[in-house]
């Protein structure tokens, strides 16, 4: 073979390979990570306190990453994020392409160890008694949430992680030990909706949730009480406290049609269902206005 006919294979080699490269898409993206969350169900609590330590993702299905950007540790008050509000954790340079899942490593003590002095998960009562939030035996290897989303080559992708307190937070051992088994949920923004209303003629005496469930998912067992380590409710997407004037707001919802459930608990701590509002449509992007009356 001639010494030109080789340099001229050699190039067309090279340049079909960096064409493939380019072709495949290789190269990255931006994750915009926030985090949010829904009202507890125990009344004494004045604040929940999580310390992320790291985050690890899976793109499309394979072996777990550690994100190597996380600047932790990094505490935060989950129950100040109600509402829609929301708590940036990071900024993340991930290779762009389909993420199947994050994972959240989080400085809690296990449930069944001794007893931490300065636990970086932990409870904040109304009495100002703080009480560590101890974590299932094997939870050291992080938790997984629930959802997908896509990283663009060069471009950004914000995404919102919902802790749901209300089902992740359990308190056993007569009302003396809080455990965290987390419940979370990922949300890409730009595709997510919210409900926003307000329900007038309410009883002063009592106060009021209203829960979020997908269509026609609503059953009277929902509102059985649970056994176990279980919790009220174990079905619904999401939940907001009522405010003093009626308002609410169910934030970073999937495009969807949902039943809206209306709960009251008065002074006794009885819980009654007063209200369900049906057939609720959410539209990626959009608020949709769902006011009413009992």
Known sequence: ??????????????????????????????????????????????????????LEYQNSGGSWEIASTF????????????????????????????????????????RGGNTPSNPGCYVELLNGEKK???????????????GSFAVPL????????????????????GNSTYILNPTIKITVNNQAGEIKGVIS?????KKYVVYAYAKDQYTTNEASEPTGENVKFPNAISSAKLDASG???????????YDLILVST?????????????GVVVESKKTTTMNSSL
Do not use: H
């Open 1 to 54: 073979m001639k010494v030109g006919t080789i340099i001229s294979t050699i190039v067309l080699a090279t340049a079909i390979l960096f064409s493939c490269q380019k072709d495949d898409g290789i190269g990255t993206g931006k994750l915009a990570l926030s985090v949010t969350d829904s009202p507890i169900d125990a009344s004494n609590v004045k604040a929940v306190y999580v310390t992320f330590t790291g």
């Open 71 to 110: 600047v932790g540790p990094k505490s935060i008050n989950l129950l100040e994020l109600q509402n829609g509000k929301t708590s940036l954790l990071g900024d993340f340079n991930l290779i762009a392409g389909n993420y199947t899942g994050l994972r959240f490593k989080l400085d809690a003590p296990t």
């Open 132 to 146: 560590p939030l101890y974590v299932p035996s094997g939870g050291q290897s992080g938790y997984k949430a629930i």
């Open 154 to 173: 060069n471009g950004l992708v914000e995404v919102t992680a919902d802790f749901d307190l209300r089902k992740s937070v359990v308190v056993t051992g």
């Open 201 to 205: 003629n309410l009883s002063t005496a």
């Open 247 to 257: 308002a609410y707001t169910l934030a970073f919802l999937a495009a969807g049609t």
């Open 266 to 278: 008065d002074a006794a701590g009885t819980e009654l269902v007063e209200k369900q509002l049906k």
